[in-house]
């Protein structure tokens, strides 16, 4: 099956820093989505992005799907961004998610 | 528009007891998918239904079965529970192959 590689495991920024999340995937995807899990467990879709860039606020996302990676960037962090960002992706719709990389911002 | 709901939030069963958990899809989402996430991993996928039939099933034993239903609700039934089948499970709605949107899950503790 497909496998998803998310780094790194764990970040740590001080209040207005940038910072990219990186997602490798084993094999060709037609579905690719980022969600950012909240600490009561809501999963809240971020981008659904099997190729291309998009922008959504300090957040934006890009896939290479040819090169089988996806980043995600997040500019001027807030404490409000603190979670587990999850990367996930599929033929369909049946996700295959990675472990997640668990976001800490300090004020 | 509704979005994703589940129930119940919690919920604590023993070893061997069978559990029920229920899932109502985003209005106008016609595709039930389950999810299992053990604590500190990402989510894992059970099954998925369309249209009330199975389309497609994770790597989990047969004891873990489920319902869509007409109006495209569903259930998540776990049979002779586990001590290791305590997780967050999550219940996610698109309209076919789209993005999916999800529940806020229900905590499962076997004991």
């Known amino acids: 099956g497909i496998q998803v590689e998310q780094s790194p495991p764990d970040l740590i920024l001080q209040e207005g820093a940038n910072s990219t999340l990186r997602c490798n995937f084993s094999?060709?995807?037609?579905?690719l989505q980022w969600f950012h899990q909240n600490p009561w467990g809501q999963l809240i879709n971020l981008f659904y992005?099997?190729?291309g860039t998009k922008q959504n606020g300090r957040l934006s996302a890009t896939t290479v799907a040819t090169e089988r990676y996806s980043l995600l960037y997040i500019s001027s962090s807030q404490t409000t961004d603190s979670g587990v960002y999850f990367c996930?992706?599929?033929?369909?719709?049946?996700?295959?998610f990675g472990a997640g990389t668990i976001l800490r911002v300090k004020s | 528009e509704t979005g994703v709901t589940q129930s119940p939030t919690h919920l604590i069963k023993t070893r061997g007891q069978q559990v029920t958990l229920r899932c109502s899809s985003q209005?106008?989402?016609?595709?039930v998918s389950w999810y299992q996430q053990a604590l500190g991993q990402g989510p894992q996928f059970i099954f998925q239904?369309?249209?009330?039939?199975?389309?497609g099933r994770g790597n989990f034993p047969p004891r873990f079965s489920g319902l869509q239903f007409p109006n495209y609700s569903s259930e998540l039934n776990v049979n002779a529970l586990e001590l290791d089948d305590s997780a967050l499970y999550l219940c996610?709605?698109?309209?076919?192959?789209?993005?999916?949107?999800f529940g806020p899950g229900t905590r499962l503790t076997v004991l």
């Open positions: 996610a709605s698109s309209w076919g192959k789209d993005t999916q949107y």
């Open positions: 094999d060709s995807v037609n579905n």
């Open positions: 992005i099997p190729s």
């Open positions: 996930a992706v599929g033929r369909g719709n049946k996700l295959v």
């Open positions: 209005s106008g989402h016609n595709t």
């Open positions: 239904y369309y249209r009330e039939e199975e389309n």
